[in-house]
């Protein structure tokens, strides 16, 4: 079987956790793996790294490929151009893959969903399998209470490892969700399986404005589609929708209500990430990377991060997403990025910020380098804090080890490279009118930037 993985998204609603360059998905929310980790993982249940296909953007495709080499899985990354929701991201990796491969029985998974995978996981799948010659299988988690904030599915007349799928409904009202539940309605958990070739047709037959797009070379195919959710532009036209229940714990951690959820609690029922003292305290949701007092409160997400605290009633987590909506209005650029921000070839930790100055932290992986480059309006100081450092500045070349430091000055050509087995880490000090990260001419660069 081969697994496709979507790790697209905004990075809305988790904020200030998740941001636009950083979605949840690659966020380590529970423990040191992130959920795209935990997902990848669980795709070896049933294929291999080689069966395994990633669709991503331009923003994350090397953080992808990080995060892949730091679990040891060579997976192949497609890339989309831009974001056109989740049927055109489908069809792009189903077509490469059966292009390449021919017909193939494809499972398709969300990247940022938390789940128990047991061998329970691995046998609805193994189920959906043999479906797929006639169906597209969705698969239906079992409600554990009656939400309000996922779509249901109604099963419908029985097949022999599932069911048809009578109908798809949306996000209910809480009266209708009980209503749901007794019936024995199941949650659309946006993870599917089916045949490659019937995924296809059936996508020319209910969405051919999307089919007909992708005739057009990639680049020029995502100009032409509409934006549609497998869901509106597929699985709720055709006939040949199946759903097979899916028996695990499950989780879209969808805003930090859910994330509290999902987190183990102590015995006050504060789920904590990081240090907490609590007096009187309860219910409470906190992750930070200093010390958190609580007097007297209950009920509350308070997270911190470097450059922003969110204070939220549990109950209205779900509204986190307009935080971030009104900084992006306003261009600020914390709802693009945390202070550290991950470039191809490492990372940068913005540490201080003035008129004229900014201070940052650099890291580089081995055998890595940035741009062969020059800015215009700022000069910088480098002092090399661990590991060695490839320095070329104008026409000279030479190393600097921990403690050593040189001088790039504005409107000099100049290069930073890890020639060594360790990472690199030195600081940055930048020095100039102005210091924004586009003040920048590239001449040459491993990663194909402009």
Not at 4 to 31: M, N, W
Not at 110 to 127: E, M, N, V
Not at 135 to 160: K, S
Request: charged share 25%; proline share 5%; with cysteine.
């Amino acid at each position: 079987m081969k697994t496709l993985i979507l790790a697209g998204g905004s990075g809305t609603r988790l904020f200030p956790l998740s941001r636009e360059h950083y979605p949840k998905q690659f966020i380590p929310l529970v423990d040191d793996e992130s959920l795209f980790q935990k997902t990848v993982k669980r795709s070896l249940l049933f294929s291999s790294p080689q069966e395994i296909a990633i669709v991503t953007n331009t923003d994350h495709k090397f953080l992808v490929r990080d995060q892949l080499a730091a679990i040891g899985c060579d997976c192949r990354v497609l890339v989309e151009p831009v974001g056109r929701n989740t049927l055109p991201a489908i069809y792009y990796g189903v077509r490469e893959i059966a292009r390449e491969d021919g017909p193939e029985t494809v499972a398709v998974l969300p990247s940022d969903h938390l789940i128990t995978a047991t061998g329970q996981f691995r046998d609805a799948f193994r189920r959906a399998e043999r479906l797929t010659k006639d169906y597209l299988v969705v698969f239906g988690v079992r409600p554990t209470l009656p939400h309000t904030g996922y779509g249901y599915i109604r099963p419908g007349e029985p097949l022999a490892d599932g069911s048809l799928v009578d109908a798809f409904v949306e996000k209910p009202d809480l009266s209708t969700a009980e209503r749901y539940v007794a019936d024995g309605y199941l949650w659309n958990s946006g993870m599917f399986c089916f045949d490659a070739g019937l995924f296809l047709s059936e996508c020319e037959a209910c969405a051919p404005e999307v089919a007909r797009a992708f005739d057009l070379p990639v680049g020029e195919a995502y100009g032409a589609t509409p934006a549609l959710s497998i869901d509106y532009g597929i699985m709720e036209k055709t006939r040949r929708a199946a759903v097979v229940p899916l028996e695990c714990d499950w989780s879209d951690v969808g805003n930090f209500d859910a994330l509290y959820a999902a987190l183990p609690k102590n015995g006050n029922g504060n789920a904590v990430r990081g240090e907490h003292i609590g007096i009187d305290s309860s219910e409470n949701l906190i992750i930070a990377d200093r010390l958190v007092a609580t007097v007297g409160v209950h009920d509350l997400a308070i997270v911190e991060t470097k450059d922003a605290i969110l204070v939220a009633d549990r109950d209205e987590a779900q509204r986190v997403g307009e935080i971030a909506k009104a900084l992006r209005e306003k261009g600020d650029s914390r709802a693009l990025f945390h202070t550290q921000v991950h470039r191809p070839w490492g990372s940068y930790t913005n540490l201080e910020e003035g008129q004229s100055y900014k201070i940052k932290r650099v890291t580089v992986p081995p055998k890595r380098r940035l741009s062969l480059q020059m800015h215009h309006h700022r000069s910088e100081h480098w002092v090399v804090v661990t590991g060695c450092a490839e320095v070329t500045i104008g026409d000279a070349t030479y190393l600097l080890r921990n403690g050593e430091s040189t001088f790039v000055p504005a409107g000099t050509i100049h290069r930073l490279a890890n020639p060594g087995l360790l990472p690199l880490e030195l600081i940055e000090v930048q020095i100039g009118e102005y210091t924004g990260e586009d003040d920048i001419v590239r001449y040459e660069d491993d990663f194909e930037r402009a």
